[in-house]
Each structure stands twice: as C-alpha cells, then as structure tokens.
C-alpha cells in the first residue's frame, strides 16, 4: 500500500483502542501498541517505505495518543 493507505489503516487500528487509554500512552506505549498491531496484521505495511516504518508511526499517530488525543 501507499503512504496515505497506510497512514488511513494505522489510524482506524490504533482508534480500535479505547481514547482514555490513548490518553494515556507515551512513545512507549505507543511503540508496544505498534510491535503487537504489525504482527496481528500483515496488510499494515507501505511498500515502499523509505526504511524501518516504526519512524514514521509516531509522527502519524501524534494526536490520537497522549494527553492531546482526541
């Protein structure tokens, strides 16, 4: 898939988990929530990522996690 593809599947996976506890989540969190979604779907990866995808994550997730999450 594309960048944007991938941005839209990451992001409807990560609303699958509850806001309050998103609310609460550090790049850690975020980074364990990351390692378990890529091994339970095969599909969320971008075909031509340039390098490792968990770079961009943070980035793309920025304001569905932490305190700033909505």
Known sequence: MN?????????EKLRQTPLETRKQWTD????????????EDSYLTW???PG???Q????MCRDLIG???F
């Open 3 to 11: 960048k944007e593809d991938f941005k839209q599947r990451l992001r």
């Open 67 to 69: 305190s700033g999450a």
């Open 28 to 39: 850690t969190d975020l980074f364990i929530w990351w390692t378990k979604a890529k091994t």
């Open 56 to 59: 961009f994550v943070p980035g």
């Open 47 to 49: 075909g031509k990522c």
């Open 52 to 54: 490792d995808l968990w």
